[in-house]
Nanobody, 125 residues
Framework: QVHLVESGGGLVQAGGSLRLSCADSGRTFSSYIMGWFRQAPGKERELVASISRRSGATFYADSVKGRFTISRDNAKSTVYLQMNSLKPEDTADYYC??????????????????WGQGTQVTVSS
């Protein structure tokens, strides 16, 4: 099974950086595609970035390309989201999620099987 726990959220000024981490306490982390989603108040949960099992392929939403970087360390069963040049519109609850299949199979909330509890990111202007 997969048990995901996020950390690293907080309050930051516009233009600043944060690094989110998501650790899995299970033993099958490397078997899963990993993704970071976010959900702002009143909005749908959206995929921000995802990464293949061995980090060979990544996906980024257009809104974060060039500013966010997803990475993973399978030895530590951890996926990261480095967020630079943060904007107030990046304010949201951020969730990591895991799924089987292939990176291109689906990018919706329902395509992912396991979820963390979320961490809040607030970007002040």
């Amino acid at each position: 099974q997969v048990h995901l726990v996020e950390s690293g959220g907080g309050l930051v000024q516009a233009g600043g950086s944060l690094r989110l981490s998501c650790a899995d306490s299970g033993r099958t982390f490397s078997s899963y595609i990993m993704g970071w989603f976010r959900q702002a108040p009143g909005k749908e949960r959206e995929l921000v970035a995802s990464i293949s099992r061995r980090s060979g392929a990544t996906f980024y939403a257009d809104s974060v390309k060039g500013r966010f970087t997803i990475s993973r360390d399978n030895a530590k069963s951890t996926v990261y989201l480095q967020m630079n040049s943060l904007k107030p519109e990046d304010t949201a609850d951020y969730y990591c999620a895991a799924r089987g299949g292939y990176l291109s199979d689906g990018r919706k909330e329902y395509d992912y099987d396991f979820w963390g509890q979320g961490t809040q990111v607030t970007v002040s202007s």
